[in-house]
């Protein structure tokens, strides 16, 4: 990236920051600069008894005149206290230019007058104190960094079984096992910079300069290493390049290696600085010399940290949109999408930020900075962790043991569907908490008062109770919804259940859902502070609109509650519903599926329902009527029929349909041609139909076996007579073969040409007889 393209970015960050903080800098020169009131002269004042009175006096007089300069004093100050945007920008430039301007002009005066030689300059500087300074620091410096390179040496075989635990151990989840390894590793690597720091303050006191005493220089330095060190241990909490099972942040090695070197350079660079350097400048040379050199180090700080930053800000932007390809959840690829796009103005922002409150508040700019950055490393490291934890945890697809799948089938589904959800729902509320305590750290906003105030305490609480109501919705159903199916499941429960059991649970699963949809849907409506008395009002009038305008819905539904109330019909069933006979397919509360014989599948309204026909009740009876010649005997029928119906019993394949015996009603009709013998089979409920086919087919057999005739319709052929008594001759042709087969006849004659009629096989069927002939 081309640096000169940052320049306008980091100018406007530059003049976003003097606009937020010139008022506070004004306020703050402003109390640097008023002298304290003269408390003495006040208290001499009141002792003398004759300049006491003339002091009332003279307040007596001038509170006659407050009331009429009140409002024009007011106005004044208005005017003089709020002066315009520009203006402070203007004067806040001006003013940190100037100051900057003068630090460097005293620099460069101080620098030539030490190198000159010259009185104003060398006047307060020992050379030889100095030196001996310098040597006594160099040697408690020394000492410091060998004790701690050498403890820190000794303590790396912990780091790497911790390292290694970290990355293979078992029985924690990845994110806790990462956890407790780097607050174990912290805690050591915090043991070492103590012990450094103990045994630097040992060789301070003991060892160099004075022995008993610790100098202020020596005092200066180990304060700083302590603190620098820490945020160090700290910075290799996040970026560990050495111990994989240490890194909290999830990047490679290399990268680890290269942002650690890079930010503990940086707070080398600025805690040594104004934590050592200054403060020894200021006492040994010159305070105008510190303060300058104070500058230059910031100056130089955020030169090199903006440097960086644009060096970096392709290979951060392709690393994050890399983590964003991958990401399985669309709000954090766009989240990171984004800040792929924009970190380094972030940074930008952080490092302006930095520099203009050293400048502008340069006495507690560091310690301020410092407590905002650590909250904010912090808060998103919480945050971060939080993340991973609600992942592994529950943002996995969850398992539920055999025993519990068998039984609840649908409920593993459930959660899983659910889960999802509640995670996305769950990260915003923690990506919002981090941005509220990230703001608050800075003092852009002020959460303790905003939490303390009516809006804060409402807005948490509804947040809370919103919350709360869904999971107990959440609950409410996933429990009702496993126990209707613990119910509908065959192999837990009472065994399989009934079709009419069936049908109700699956209703009442269904309404079941509206009911707490529409419930939930009002409460978190009354939560929020919509008032739900005019929704539930509008609900009634579109109601009775809709019940006025569809009454055959109405009818439909009032007429399948009461029908699946009074077990009319069950999925299943063979049902004969609004002139329409079949299965009952799907039942609905307000229609019902029929499919016939013929595969036909009808929707039948319940509106439309007069009479349901129900053949799956209880029981069902094949009843049977069976037509034999007059010339048979009835009671050998009879006879055949029993027997049929005891090889009915005898088969394996329908013998268990029957409910009761043969049922013989006797002769129901005495026909044209028959008389019919009625008989009664109770069946099973359904089997009727094939009860009474297979009893067909058996009553056939042991009536051709008995031979007792069922008459069929018969056709006689009549062809005249002429004057003489004679018949015509008619070509009667009959198959031979099938004519000997049947009669055994003789040999084929020839035909006979006096009658012209071909010779049959029967010739007692030559000439029919008179009584063989159906008069007409």
């Known amino acids: 990236m081309n640096p000169m393209r940052a320049i306008p970015a980091i100018l406007a960050w530059l003049l976003i920051a003097l606009v937020a903080l010139a008022t506070p800098a004004q306020a703050q020169q402003a109390d640097a600069g008023s002298e304290p009131p003269a408390y003495s002269t006040l208290a001499d004042l009141l002792e003398n008894e004759q300049s006491r009175q003339q002091l009332i006096d003279q307040l007596r007089g001038m509170a006659g005149n407050v009331a009429a300069s009140e409002s024009a004093a007011a106005e004044s100050i208005t005017a003089v206290s709020e002066p315009s945007l520009p203006r402070q920008l203007a004067e806040a430039t001006s003013r940190i230019v100037g100051d900057v301007g003068s630090q460097f002009t005293s620099l460069v005066e101080v620098l030539g007058g030490l190198f000159t030689g010259s009185a104003d300059a060398t006047s307060s500087f020992d050379t030889a104190a100095f030196t001996s300074a310098t040597i006594n620091l160099g040697l408690v410096i020394l000492a410091t960094f060998v004790l701690f390179v050498a403890i820190r040496r000794l303590a790396r075989p912990l780091f790497t079984r911790i390292s290694r635990w970290s990355l293979n151990g078992q029985g924690l989840t990845p994110v806790l096992r990462l956890v407790l390894c780097v607050a174990l590793a912290a805690v050591i690597d915090v043991a070492v910079v103590a012990l450094a720091y103990v045994g630097g303050n040992l060789v301070a006191t003991f060892a160099v300069g004075e022995t008993g005493e610790l100098s202020t220089r020596a005092s200066l330095f180990l304060n700083a290493f302590l603190v620098i060190e820490l945020l160090k241990a700290a910075v290799r909490m996040l970026f560990s390049s050495r111990y994989e099972g240490l890194r909290l942040l999830p990047v490679g090695a290399e990268d680890a290696a290269y942002w650690n070197g890079w930010i503990a350079r940086l707070i080398g660079l600025v805690g040594y600085g104004l934590m050592v350097v200054v403060p020894l400048v200021n006492v040994y040379l010159s305070p105008t010399l510190g303060q300058s050199i104070g500058t230059l180090i910031m100056v130089g700080a955020f030169i ?159 947040v809370i109770s919103v919350a709360a109501i869904l999971v107990i919705a959440v609950a409410v159903w996933l429990g009702l919804a496993s126990l209707i199916e613990h119910k509908l499941n065959p192999e837990t429960g009472s065994g399989v259940p009934s079709a009419r059991a069936q049908t109700l649970l699956a209703l009442f699963r269904n309404a079941l859902a509206i009911a707490l949809i529409t419930m939930t849907a009002m409460i978190v409506l009354a939560e929020i502070g919509i008032n739900i008395g005019p929704l539930i009002a509008g609900a009634g009038v579109l109601g009775l609109a809709i019940g006025f305008g569809s009454q055959k819905l109405v009818q439909d539904i009032i007429t399948g509650i009461f029908i699946q109330v009074e077990n009319a019909m069950n999925t299943g069933d063979v049902v004969t519903v609004g002139g329409v006979t079949g299965t009952a397919e799907k039942l609905s509360i307000r229609s019902v599926g029929i499919r016939d014989l013929s595969g036909t599948y009808h929707i039948v309204p319940f509106s439309s329902v007069d009479t349901v026909s129900n053949y799956m009740r209880e029981f069902g009876n094949h009843v049977g009527e069976y037509g034999i010649a007059y010339r048979e005997s009835i009671d050998e029928a009879i006879e055949q029929l029993k027997r049929a119906f005891e090889d009915l019993q005898a088969s394996d394949e329908h013998g268990h349909k029957l409910l009761e015996p043969l049922t013989v009603a006797g002769v129901v009709a005495l026909a044209d041609s028959s008389v019919n013998i009625r008989v009664v089979i109770k069946t099973t409920p359904g089997d009727q139909w094939a009860v009474g086919r297979a009893y067909n087919r058996l009553v056939k057999l042991r009536f051709d076996e008995a031979g007792i005739e069922i008459p069929f319709p018969h056709t006689t052929l009549y062809f005249g007579e002429d004057k003489a008594g004679r018949s015509p001759a008619a070509n009667v042709r009959v198959l031979e073969s099938t004519a000997r087969q049947r009669k055994g006849a003789a040999p084929h004659q020839d035909d006979d040409p006096k009658h012209g009629i071909q010779e049959i096989a029967d010739p007692d069927h030559r000439n029919p007889g008179g009584s063989d002939v159906e008069s007409s």
């Open 304 to 462: 090199y940290a903006v440097a960086v930053v644009l060096r970096n800000r392709v290979r951060l932007r392709d690393a994050l949109n890399h983590k964003a390809n991958n990401a399985t959840m669309a709000a954090s690829r766009v989240s990171l999408q984004l800040f792929a796009r924009t970190w380094h103005l972030f940074a930008l922002a952080y490092f302006v930020m930095v520099l203009v409150l050293t400048l502008t508040r340069p006495a507690d700019a560091l310690p301020f900075v410092l407590i905002a950055t650590l909250k904010t490393l912090a808060t998103v490291l919480v945050g971060m962790l939080a993340s991973s934890f609600l992942t592994q945890t529950i943002g996995r697809r969850i398992r539920l043991s055999d025993d519990l799948r068998r039984k609840l089938p649908l409920l593993e589904p459930r959660l899983n569907s659910y889960v999802p959800n509640a995670l996305r729902v769950i990260r915003t509320l923690i990506l919002i908490a981090v941005i509220l305590v990230v703001l608050n750290a800075w003092g852009a906003f002020d959460l303790a008062a905003w939490y303390a105030s009516e809006a804060g305490r409402g807005l948490v609480g509804m």
